[in-house]
């Protein structure tokens, strides 16, 4: 891992973000609440309630300045998106959509991939499983990436379907 990298976790009340900020650091899952901003070696882990309330994006905005990664954290089993669509463009950092819980009976990707698409016109999106430690490595290189374009050739190299680089033309 690059040592100045650093990602910030952004989605809903339980969308798996502490669950998956444990597993990318090697921790034991503990079920913790995070109430407040949680700062881990290179992972900053936010409230749900900071995405879920626009009243907080605020604080979104203010932590992204922290970190050179913004990670979106969306549930395969839920149907519900929380971001307004192309979040994504309005932090100027570099994107990272997360589907998490693909091992959810309920997990649905194909939809899930289709939701962080909207939300991010532009970067990789990642199907991963803190249970079942997936698509982890995949976090941890592209954070290692500085520049969306470098992000798309490593998910062009890596040849892995668990991986994906959208790129939303409009017409
Ligand atoms: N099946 C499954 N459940 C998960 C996974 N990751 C998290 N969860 C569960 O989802 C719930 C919410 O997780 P948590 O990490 O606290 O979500 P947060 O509110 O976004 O931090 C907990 O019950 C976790 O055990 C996963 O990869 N697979
Ligand atoms: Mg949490």
Not at 72 to 91: E, M, N, R, Y
């Amino acid at each position: 891992m690059s040592k100045r990298n650093r990602a910030m976790m952004i989605g809903s009340i339980g969308a798996g973000k502490s669950t998956l900020t444990q597993a990318l650091l090697g921790h034991e899952a503990k079920a913790v609440k995070t109430q407040t901003l949680n700062y881990e070696d290179w992972i900053v882990d936010t409230p749900g309630e900071y995405t879920e309330n626009p009243m907080f994006y605020k604080n979104i905005m203010a932590t992204s300045f922290e970190v050179t990664h913004v990670l979106f954290i969306q549930d395969a089993a839920k149907k519900k998106v929380i971001f307004p669509p192309g979040f994504s463009t309005g932090l100027n950092k570099l994107p990272i959509g997360v589907v998490t819980k693909s091992d959810d009976e309920q997990a649905d990707l194909s939809r899930a991939v289709k939701q962080l698409k909207k939300v991010i016109p532009k970067g990789p999106i990642i199907m991963t499983s803190a249970i079942e430690g997936k698509g982890l490595d995949l976090i941890r290189e592209l954070v290692a990436c500085n520049s969306l374009q470098e992000m798309r050739e490593y998910v062009e190299k890596a040849e892995n379907e668990a991986v994906i680089f959208n790129e939303t033309l409009y017409k």
